[in-house]
């Protein structure tokens, strides 16, 4: 009898189809990833690699420091001109009071003359007013003597011939005549007495407005004097002098500064910090620094906030002792003091940075290079704070990405 054969359901050739379809498949696939991860080639000896740690985190940044006297005075002129003499030299030591140049303001000057000769004249009118209440005082003082003399012999004339009349020895009509004298006077003296009175207040007031006007008036002429004696500039106290650089003929404007005078009684450090530390630099905070192989504490006096180029402006002050032989201009690198120190994962300091703003970062593993997330903390100036996304012993690319930052992954070349 005939045997029914099975038809094979996969033959050798449906085997290789099939085989040589998920080949395709798994190729088209690969070029497909290969396109959405674009790489790049870098030699290894461009690359800067650093590997994850796990130490002591120092929060510390060192800073750039100038010195600086720790109190320095403005030298400026009250009233603008040009330059017409120069007498100190810029870096000369001053006493208060030295002259250091002379200005000219032919406007300012005439001004001035012309204040002085009207204040003048004033002040000469005033005095003469007052001389004349002087003399109006001195007449009615003279009225009032004459009035009591004429009044004294009324009043004599008037008692002799009371007792005449009562006696009979003269006529009522003389007796009448001395009573009108003696009466007139009595009220010439009361008149002359009140109008006195009255004088005396007038004048007393009149003598307080005038020496008060003068009082103001000579004031406004000191004033005039010193602008004018002003124009030469000095000292206003003993110091070094500095920035400060006069030509003649340069021309200054009212109050513009000149140079300034470094009170010799100490200096401080000026520095400027990355705005990266903004938020986290503050008054009071510790320092120190080394000068002439020898450590000096420091601390922060005052924090300017105003960033500029990047940078904002701190100045520090010597606790204790200061280093001698301190010079203005001097560099010193300071070591600024953030927070105590915590053990953390630390990854060297790298352009990298610059790059990504540390939000993500290549990570090396056989020879490749991948983008990973990573969040960093805070940074001193050897390492960067890892908070997530990497674990010890990790390889990093440090150096700069700005050449292959639009790419997945980066195959390194031996």
């Not at 940044?61 to 009250?78: D, F, H, K, R, Y």
């Not at 330059?83 to 001053?94: K, L, M, P, Q």
């Not at 990355?274 to 450590?295: H, I, L, P, W």
């Not at 915590?342 to 983008?371: E, H, Y």
């Amino acid at each position: 009898m005939d045997k029914i054969i099975k038809k094979k359901r996969f033959n050798s050739k449906t085997i290789l189809l099939m085989v040589g379809a998920v080949l395709f498949v798994v190729l088209v696939a690969y070029g497909y990833k290969l396109s959405l991860n674009r790489v790049y080639s870098a030699a290894a000896d461009k690359l800067s690699l650093s590997k994850v740690i796990h130490g002591d985190f120092e929060d510390v940044v060192l800073l750039n420091a100038s010195v600086v006297p720790l109190t320095s005075v403005i030298v400026s002129s009250p009233e603008g001109g040009t330059v017409a003499e120069i007498f100190t030299e810029n870096g000369a030591s001053v006493e208060k009071g030295t002259p250091l140049l002379r200005i000219v303001n032919p406007n300012a000057l005439s001004s001035y003359t012309s204040s002085e000769t009207s204040i003048t004249e004033q002040i000469n009118q005033l005095r003469k007013l007052r001389l004349d209440l002087e003399q109006n005082q001195r007449v009615m003082s003279q009225d009032m003597m004459e009035i009591e003399n004429s009044l004294r012999t009324a009043t004599r004339k008037y008692k002799i011939d009371s007792t005449l009349y009562t006696k009979k020895v003269i006529t009522l009509q003389e007796f009448n005549t001395s009573n009108q004298d003696y009466e007139y006077f009595q009220g010439r003296k009361k008149i002359l007495k009140e109008a006195i009175k009255q004088e005396n207040q007038s004048r007393m007031m009149q003598l307080q407005q005038i020496d008060f006007s003068i009082t103001r008036m000579n004031a406004s002429l000191e004033t005039i004097g010193q602008n004018i004696a002003n124009m030469t500039i000095k000292a206003p106290v003993a110091g070094r002098l500095s920035s400060y650089d006069p030509v003649i003929g340069k021309s200054y404007g009212a109050n513009e500064m000149l140079g300034k005078i470094d009170v010799l009684q100490g200096y401080k450090l000026l520095a400027g910090v990355d705005e990266y530390y903004v938020n986290r630099v503050k008054e009071g905070q510790a320092a120190n620094c080394e000068f002439n192989g020898k450590t000096y504490q420091l601390i922060v006096k005052k924090v300017i906030p105003e960033v500029t180029a990047g940078q904002f402006q701190v100045e520090l002050t010597f606790e204790g002792r200061s280093p001698e032989n301190l010079r203005r201009g001097l560099s010193i690198q300071v070591k600024l003091t953030l927070s105590d120190n915590s053990r953390s994962l630390l990854l060297a300091q790298g352009q990298f940075f610059q790059s990504t703003g540390g939000s993500w970062a290549f990570i090396v593993k056989d020879g490749k290079a991948t983008k990973r997330n990573v969040k960093i903390g805070r940074k001193n100036y050897l390492y960067y704070e890892i908070l997530e996304g990497l674990q010890k012993g990790e390889e990093v690319i440090t150096s700069s990405y700005d050449q292959f930052n639009q790419y997945d992954i980066i195959e390194i070349d031996k």
